[in-house]
């Protein structure tokens, strides 16, 4: 197993990078921060649609995110994979068919983890800001969006380590990611199956074993300084 | 692109493979939950024992396998464990279906993992006192858990259990990757073979809509008829 480590490290960490394309763990972590941090604006107007007051923007995206949450993640990379070249007219390559995908599945996440958070500041914050004359817009502007984007914190590395995990499925449509690199390690080596995908297994688990401590620590951080209407009970409240 | 022909879906050839893959998708998902969730009440057991060791395990198994995408677990039980089987029993599996196999148990030990903790934080919400008064009243620790604390977590943990269901209903699609002939990987040679991906991944997405939903809908109408009752 050394002898594995020693030959392969750098292929596996960063692929053919100096004198080929960026590979491994490094494009797993990049294209899952990239697909994370791209899903955060549409993570929050599907997540603002989702509480509109509109009906006719309500239901369109509420179906949207059934759809989506239905489906596996792998039906949305296909769909991306061979319908992607058929709509922008050139070929699309896996790089870009996942991060799609990725955007997708983590923009309707979010939306759900944005919801949640707003629907947990009590009805009386929104009714106290329009009282002092805030429009609904203003409200959620600079009363409810604030509070609920901080206690998402833990939830969005939560997410982040989801994504992490679902950039594997990269491997089914090609995508030099670390799992796609150890399967090609292991037919170089060809008899040291198990390593090979033992060792796989350790990095992934090393990564977001680390992210999740992370994640949870954020989060006694935060639970030290609750606002004090987070102890009651929480009313939902239905805004725009 | 040609025009969407659904004739191709409703008879002939690619109406059948799609048909068996959807049938084998539906296996692998009731037989994992079948075999998983023994596995998660034990291991949710051993979280919670009164025992270090045991709680220490039960951690390191839910760590361990949460932390791993399930494509690699996957890859490792398809292609790493069989190596490590003496060559009999290595034989043997070659001779079935070894796909499924290894399938069934990367995805039964994935399930189990989350299961378990479902299960666990469903015992945490009974009240401390039961299993204290479960046991001044001479009970041991499993017939506590057994007669009393577990009968009033079902109700806490059946709706967080179908939300896994429908977790491992869609997971079941990953084991495409070691050629595991299910739905997908049955969509993918229907793409293959006719050019015709739209109507296969159609297939394919209503397919998982509709189990997805119906799970969907038995969660919520638990969740109305057998509401957590406060103690």
């Known amino acids: 197993m050394i002898e594995l480590i020693q030959t392969y490290w750098l292929y596996f960490l960063v692929g053919q990078y100096p004198q080929g394309p960026l590979g491994g763990l490094a494009l797993t972590v990049l294209l899952a921060a990239v697909a994370l941090v791209l899903s955060m604006p549409a993570g929050l107007l599907l997540g603002l649609a989702r509480v509109s007051r509109v009906a006719a923007i309500r239901w369109p995206v509420t179906a949207f995110v059934f759809i989506v949450r239905g489906t596996p993640l792998l039906m ?8 992607l070249p058929s709509l922008t007219g050139h070929k699309t390559d896996q790089f870009s068919t996942m991060l799609m995908a990725l955007v997708v599945f983590d923009g309707v996440y979010l939306a759900e983890i944005l919801r949640a958070g707003i629907r947990a500041i009590p009805a009386g914050q929104f009714l106290a800001a329009r009282s002092l004359g805030m429009t609904p817009w203003q409200v959620m502007r600079s009363v409810v969006l604030p509070q609920a984007l901080r206690h998402m914190l833990p939830s969005l590395v939560n997410q982040f380590v989801a994504t992490i995990k679902a950039t594997s499925l990269g491997y089914i449509i090609g995508l030099n990611e670390v799992s796609f690199i150890a399967a090609q390690i292991n037919t170089q080596v060809f008899t040291h199956a198990t390593e090979v995908y033992l060792l796989l297994g350790i990095t992934y688990f090393a990564l977001c074993f680390g992210l999740s401590r992370i994640a949870f620590w954020i989060e006694r951080r935060l639970s030290q300084r609750t606002p004090a209407w987070q102890a009651a009970e929480a009313v939902p409240v239905h805004a725009s | 692109m040609p025009s969407f022909d659904p004739g191709l879906l409703l008879h002939g050839q690619y109406h059948d493979w799609l048909v068996n893959g959807f049938v084998l998708s539906v296996e692998l998902a009731a037989m994992a939950l079948v075999l998983g969730l023994p596995l998660a009440l034990a291991i949710a057991v051993m979280r919670l024992a009164p025992v270090r060791a045991l709680r ?15 494509l690699a677990h996957l890859l490792f039980w398809y292609f790493g464990a069989p190596e490590l089987l003496p060559e009999p029993v290595k034989a043997w599996l070659y001779s079935g279906n070894v796909e499924v196999a290894s399938a069934l148990v990367a995805l039964t030990l994935y399930v189990a993992a989350y299961m378990a903790e479902d299960i666990r934080s469903g015992v945490r919400s009974v009240s401390p006192g039961q299993l204290d008064a479960a046991r001044a009243l001479g009970f041991g620790y499993l017939g506590a858990m057994r007669l009393v604390v577990l009968p009033q977590a079902v109700r806490a943990t059946v709706p967080a259990l179908i939300s896994q269901a429908l977790n491992l209903w869609k997971d079941t699609s990953v084991a495409t990757v070691i050629g595991v002939g299910e739905m997908m990987y049955q969509a993918a040679r229907v793409e293959s073979a006719s050019f015709r991906s739209a109507e296969a991944f159609a297939f394919c997405t209503t397919a998982y809509l509709c189990v997805s939903l119906t799970i969907t809908a038995l969660a919520s109408w638990m969740q109305r008829r057998y509401p957590v009752r406060p103690a």
């Open chain 2, 56 to 70: 220490a395990t039960g951690l390191a198994y839910v760590e361990g396998i949460r932390n791993i995408p399930l």
């Open chain 1, 76 to 83: 949305v990379v296909f769909w991306a994979y061979f319908f």
